[in-house]
């Protein structure tokens, strides 16, 4: 069964204290990885999307990355403004071109001044 | 300006009622989705449409109906809601592979 895992649940960090958010995935042929970031009460907004390992993409202060089982995203020196739930998505292979997504649970972060 | 609208923003119901989510894209995307947002399970796909009249069930389909009249618009319908029905729910259109989120809808169902 196609499968995404996020973690940690929730991250707690002061201004400038850089960390990773991890997204592990099973998945029967990997079409492409996602990153949304989503605020309170709004719709997900697109960041990323990774296809293959070793694959990297940079966004301001975020970076993802992708191996064979899993997708970082590092957030360097992050600024209260990147307080949000950040959400990770797969399509899977046998998905053909519906662009049908599995979605992990999200890592809500959260950047004390 | 161009984009994903979705309406009501917020909509109160009854047990039994039938809603009507409205979602409206400009992009001209073929593809367009439904998804409901739940605390402990993240986003789940409901129904997702292809085209103007192709439509499919996605993982939690029960209790819904969608109709695709034309590309732009993609309603979906509670037939007879339930309390199990009281969540957020979103509209994405896909440009190639990469999905677009509307505002969502936030659904309580008493």
């Known amino acids: 069964e196609d499968q995404v895992t996020q973690s940690p649940e929730a991250l707690r960090l002061q201004e400038g204290e850089s960390s990773s958010l991890n997204c592990s995935y099973t998945?029967?042929?990997?079409?492409?990885l996602f990153w949304y970031r989503q605020d309170p009460g709004k719709g997900p907004e697109f960041l990323f999307t990774l296809y293959s390992a070793g694959e990297e993409k940079e966004k301001e202060r975020l970076k993802a990355t992708l191996t064979k089982k899993e997708s970082f995203l590092h957030i360097t020196a992050p600024k209260p403004e990147d307080s949000a739930t950040y959400l990770c998505?797969?399509?899977?292979?046998?998905?053909?071109?519906?662009?049908?997504?599995?979605f992990g649970q999200g890592t809500t972060l959260q950047v004390k001044p | 300006d161009a984009g994903i609208t979705q309406s009501p923003r917020y909509k109160i119901t009854e047990t039994g009622r039938q809603v009507t989510l409205m979602c409206h894209q400009t992009?001209?995307?073929?593809?367009m989705f439904w998804y409901r947002q739940d605390l402990g399970h993240g986003l789940r796909l409901i129904y997702y449409s292809a085209a103007a009249d192709i439509t499919d069930k996605g993982e939690v389909p029960d209790g819904y109906v969608v109709s695709r009249s034309k590309t732009e618009n993609f309603p979906l319908t509670l037939e007879s809601a339930t309390r199990s029905q009281t969540s957020v729910y979103f509209c994405?259109?896909?440009?190639?592979?990469?999905?677009?989120f509307g505002p969502g809808t936030r659904l309580l169902v008493l």
């Open positions: 994405a259109s896909s440009r190639k592979e990469t999905q677009y």
């Open positions: 992009w001209s995307h073929s593809y």
């Open positions: 998505a797969v399509q899977a292979g046998g998905s053909g071109n519906t662009g049908k997504l599995i």
């Open positions: 998945v029967s042929g990997l079409r492409g």
